[in-house]
């Protein structure tokens, strides 16, 4: 994505920094995002304040990896020019490269999104119309929201049906909300046409593997290492004793007031959800969740049987989908015990709001 403000230009700047645009805007194109950033910057110097520049300064930021910096130059590009649906498009994409697990991050970036859609929509520009729907579909992926999710991405495919990224994407929240038939053929449709694509192999490979074709699972992550080794190393492995040993470290590690009320709460472990487990929710479980809590939480149990509750409480881990979400043995293991902090949190009766505040989402 580069600015499309060229036209603009002659209206607003002088000769010579209209020159200068150009020459970033080749520089950017080009690849050659120091050259850019230096540029921008040097345009802004002659001419504070004009939105091209910020623009091209806050891009050059992105490329360059320094995202606290860019996101800094995207606000103050929109100052300038709030309405402006590049600037929008540029601040949403920005909150959300570097939102990792920063849920408000990501939430900011959707806020755009939906202005952004609505003025694309008011100017009649349809290529942007389709990448504020694309960007609002990621998101709301990231945060959860596979449903709404879906209908963004439904919604830009009416656009530009033939996009890989808004099909991988669409396949990516068929699986989340567990439609897999839908998923499976979605993502083949993909490799149809980009038979290189990793997240397409990786979530085929999960869905085999819940059908129990464990050659076929083997074969597509296999692929998607192959294609994509950063994203898709191999998983960590524990053996059932190191594994049971972490778990039960994790529960030492809880406060005292806590483990009073685990005694009648089974904790098991298993290889990954069942269809019922994800099913029996509304929305549906992520089959890729790391643990579940299955009961009533300590305030809604009976007040009368209270430990005895004739339905116990458990709390189920999933051992493969750990595994896989771990970079490292130490990650691994901490993420055990982060797991099993939360999902005591919910036999606590806290949700999810509560628990992201208090950093076990």
Known sequence: MWPRMGKRTSKRAEPDVEARLEGVAAAYEGGAFEEALAGAEAVLAQ?????????????????????????????RALKAAPDDLELLLGAAECLMDQSGDDREAVEDGLALCARGRKLARRADDV??????????GIGLNQVGECGQALESLEA????????????LERAIALFELCRFPEARETFEEVLGDTPEEPWAHHYLGLMAERRGELREARKRFARAQTLAPEEFPPPVRLREAEFDQAVEAAIKALPEHVKGYLDNVTLAVEEFPKDEDLLGEAPPLSPCILGVFRGSPVGERNSILG????????????????????????????????TVMHEVGHFMGLDEDDLWQRGLD
């Open 47 to 75: 001419a504070p304040g004009l939105p091209e520049a910020l623009h091209w300064r806050a891009a050059a930021l992105m490329e360059l990896g320094r995202q606290e910096e860019a996101l800094e130059a995207w606000r």
């Open 127 to 136: 290529e942007l119309l389709f990448e504020f729907l694309l960007l609002e």
């Open 307 to 338: 430990a005895f509750d004739p339905y116990p409480a458990s709390i189920v881990l999933y051992q493969k989908n750990l595994e896989r979400f771990a970079r490292t043995r130490e990650e691994l293991i901490e993420q055990i015990g982060i």
């Open 156 to 167: 830009a495919l009416e656009h530009v049906p033939k996009s890989v990224e808004a099909r």
